[in-house]
């Protein structure tokens, strides 16, 4: 099989004040899947995500992307390599404009001019969100700076896209909208998401991390239908939902 | 929450003023202010060239003046002290409308009044016709130090994002009967301010994050702003030029 973007093994971590939050995660995501990171909160999911792109490092185990190891000789490329949409699109978002923001990242891998022109509208076109490329971020509706936060990322061309709660706090259209711009991109995902009928939509697979280690690890449909361990791990499908009767778009 | 377009200051067109680049205009203000500001004291009739050398510049960036002076209420904080001036000065009195006040006092009032007044329409203009993404890209253009534009460059952003936080513990506060009224309800207003510093703080460690995330290593990629022509820069120098000639005038007059 080939080299996986994303090679997790053995990760554990514990924070400086001793709270140990990874007991030895083992994940692997190959070119081209969609992949859900479920749990319930205080699982260790955003300490995991915060590994991929070296912002925290292993206390043991190693991540590895597309073959290069996360470790401080590369991080530059590591970050390339995995764009992070954050939960908050006003944490993303804070440069002047969306032009400026979509920038930064391209910018600080050394694009200049046309070039960095070039990639910010192919980011922008790819979310729809072109037509506002001069805007500043605080005037935009809460949908539309999520779709500028995802073409951020996409203006670095990512191996792999990491997103945090996609789906929060937007409106059943927004939600909606994004669903399809994700499904249409054409590239490695990894979401972590509470919203369970998202992950159904858009994951073909899904693995659930619950006190520091993995312990679900399969087709979507599976691991929502598997009632006992999804009660065992605090995951909840809404009310009158059937995994069963759904499924990946 | 202002205009769609800009920030509160910020009146949207196309003149030639709007139109020159940020740093011109930034080094013109300034320029500008200086000149006024030399005038050598108890001459006034510079003042009336330096009004119509600026009148003719908020003419040619056609911002309504309405606009302009409604947004001069900034400066009622001096034109009260320069109110105040000629009654607490001392040194030789005269009458002014039967009321006895002080000469100098009067004198030095009536300057602070004419240089306040051309230095705030003259701000309130640059601001009216500058975004503040291309003020921070100019800035950056004069060479002001990284760190500085970075800081306002995040002041910029996240002001609307941190007062609609403070509307929201304010909206929060009054739901639950909290009336901000007297001495017995200043624990809770700080509090709240303590609270609202505590999320802004976190908030700069999330954004720190994500910078990271996307390959920040100290420097903000230059902002875009394309270098001035002469042309550009010449038009810039009409005022603060025509200022500074009115002002050497001044002097050479007066001495």
Redesign the interface.
């Known amino acids: 099989m080939s080299t996986p973007v994303l090679d997790v093994q053995g990760l554990a971590f514990a924070y400086a004040d001793g709270h140990q939050a990874l007991f030895g995660v083992n994940l692997h995501v190959h070119r081209g899947e969609h992949v859900a990171l479920l749990g319930p909160n205080g699982a260790g999911k955003t300490t995991l995500v915060?590994h991929l792109?070296g912002?925290l490092t292993p206390g043991r185990g190693s991540v590895r992307v597309a073959g290069l190891e996360v470790a401080a000789p590369h991080l530059?490329e590591i970050?390339?390599r995995?764009?992070?949409v954050?939960q908050?699109p006003?944490?993303?978002l804070?440069?002047?404009?969306v032009r400026?923001d979509v920038?930064?990242?391209p910018?600080?891998?050394g694009l200049r001019g046309s070039e960095l022109d070039a990639r910010v509208a192919e980011a922008l076109t790819r979310v729809g969100m072109l037509e506002y490329v001069d805007?500043?971020?605080?005037?935009l509706s809460f949908g539309q700076r999520r779709r500028v936060a995802v073409a951020?990322?996409l203006a670095?061309r990512p191996e792999i896209l990491v997103l945090d709660e996609p789906s929060s706090n937007l409106d059943p259209a927004s939600r909606r909208e994004l669903a399809e711009i994700l499904t249409g991109l054409d590239a490695t995902l990894l979401m972590v998401t509470h919203d369970l009928p998202y992950a159904l939509q858009l994951c073909e697979r899904s693995v659930v991390l619950s006190d520091g280690v993995i312990v679900a690890d399969g087709p979507t449909s599976d691991v929502l239908a598997d009632e006992e361990t999804m009660r065992a791990h605090r995951l909840e499908l809404p009310f009158g939902f059937d995994p069963r009767a759904h499924g990946v778009s | 929450m202002g205009a769609a377009h800009g920030h509160r200051l910020y009146f949207h067109g196309h003149s030639p003023v709007h139109r020159l680049p940020a740093h011109c205009k930034i080094v013109a203000l300034l320029c500008f202010v200086l000149a006024v500001v030399a005038t050598p004291a108890g001459v006034f009739w510079p003042f009336a060239w330096y009004a119509v050398g600026l009148l003719a510049a908020v003419g040619a960036s056609r911002v309504p003046p309405l606009f302009l002076a409604r947004r001069m209420v900034v400066e009622t904080p001096f034109v009260l002290f320069a109110v105040l001036m000629p009654f607490v000065a001392t040194g030789p009195r005269v009458d002014l409308l039967g009321v006895s006040v002080s000469e100098h006092g009067l004198q030095a009032a009536a300057m602070l009044l004419c240089k306040g007044t051309l230095g705030v329409v003259a701000s309130l203009l640059f601001a009216a016709t500058t975004e503040s993404r291309d003020f921070l890209a100019g800035l950056q253009r004069l060479r002001m130090p990284q760190q500085l534009v970075q800081i306002m460059a995040f002041m910029v952003r996240y002001l609307d994002v941190t007062t609609a936080e403070m509307q929201r513990m304010r909206v929060a506060r009054e739901a639950r009967c909290f009336s901000a009224r007297g001495p017995a309800a200043w624990p809770t207003v700080a509090r709240s301010g303590g609270a609202l510093f505590i999320r802004a703080y976190e908030r700069g460690e999330r954004v720190h994050l994500a910078m990271l995330s996307r390959g920040y290593a100290g420097r903000l990629p230059m902002l875009s702003e394309s270098p001035a022509s002469a042309l550009q820069w010449s038009v810039a120098a009409l005022l603060p030029g025509f200022t500074v000639l009115v002002s050497l005038a001044a002097w050479t007059i007066s001495r």
Do not use: K, S, Y
């Not at chain 1, 804070?94 to 404009?97: A, D």
């Not at chain 1, 805007?135 to 005037?139: C, I, L």
């Open positions: 915060l792109n912002i530059q970050r390339r995995v764009g992070v954050f908050d006003d944490d993303q804070f440069m002047p404009t400026d920038a930064f990242g910018a600080n891998l805007r500043p971020p605080h005037h951020t990322v670095m």
